[in-house]
């Protein structure tokens, strides 16, 4: 286990729906990321958190809207999304934003938009 | 376009045998390599970064090397496994870069014929 927790594994929804994504980590780390991965295409960042601060907005649409209430714990709010946002979404951490380093994946939410 | 890539989709080698695969990036400002791991079901899973004052790091069964000449990264697997079976793929990022200057390449499918 890498000591970041995601939640849920696999979630189906409609456009209309609403669902959060639920991310924890274990490791102590002060950064925490979101990034999407579609099939065949890099990673793609979406939001990054320093010290529970956004520093990180890559042009991310407003139907996805992240929260990170302190350092362990972020997550990824869901409203009005396109069946285009089906994705892995993943989440990271490392010790700081700011260094050059590894960052440790959860094992990501399969999300799928019906 | 990307940055960071790879020559092949897929790769496939007998269980005993070297794995190499490569990776190639354009940004000569670059000093910072990652090769993550990523298993059907899982997040990405570091594997061994190495920074641009070296040329080759080991680590256990796994050696990265570094051609700045060229702008080339390899990754080889040394004693190929059934448990090396996933997509690999390569990251760089800029010296004092942070997250945001992160880029991943799309990926190789390690496949391991018995």
């Known amino acids: 286990e890498t000591g970041v927790t995601q939640t849920p594994r696999h979630l189906v929804m409609g456009m209309t729906n609403k669902k959060s994504l639920k991310c924890e980590q274990h490791?102590?780390?002060?950064?925490m990321y979101w990034y999407k991965q579609s099939a065949k295409k890099p990673l793609e960042l979406m939001f990054v958190?320093?010290?529970?601060?956004?520093?990180e907005n890559n042009s991310v649409p407003s139907r996805f809207s992240p929260e990170c209430p302190n350092s362990s714990h972020l997550f990824l709010h869901l409203h009005t999304l396109q069946p285009e946002d089906s994705a892995l979404y993943l989440c990271?951490?490392?010790?700081?934003?700011?260094?050059?380093?590894?960052?440790?994946f959860g094992s990501g939410t399969q999300l799928s938009v019906l | 376009g990307e940055s960071v890539g790879l020559h092949l989709p897929t790769l496939s080698v007998q269980e005993g045998d070297n794995s190499i695969i490569n990776c190639a990036y354009s940004?000569?400002?670059?000093?910072?390599f990652i090769w993550y791991k990523q298993e059907s079901g899982k997040g990405p899973q570091f594997i061994i970064d190495?920074?641009?004052?070296?040329d080759k790091r080991q680590g256990q069964r796994v050696t990265v090397l570094l051609n700045k000449t060229v702008k080339h990264l390899s990754l080889q697997i040394a004693a190929t496994q059934p448990g090396d079976s996933a997509v690999y793929f390569c990251?760089?990022?800029?010296?004092?870069?942070?997250?945001?200057?992160?880029?991943f390449g799309k990926g190789t499918h390690l496949i391991i014929q018995p």
């Open positions: 990271a951490s490392s010790q700081d934003e700011a260094m050059n380093e590894k960052l440790f």
């Open positions: 490791l102590g780390h002060n950064a």
């Open positions: 958190y320093n010290f529970k601060e956004q520093t």
């Open positions: 940004n000569s400002a670059s000093d910072y």
């Open positions: 190495i920074r641009s004052n070296m």
């Open positions: 990251a760089e990022n800029k010296s004092g870069g942070g997250a945001d200057g992160l880029t």
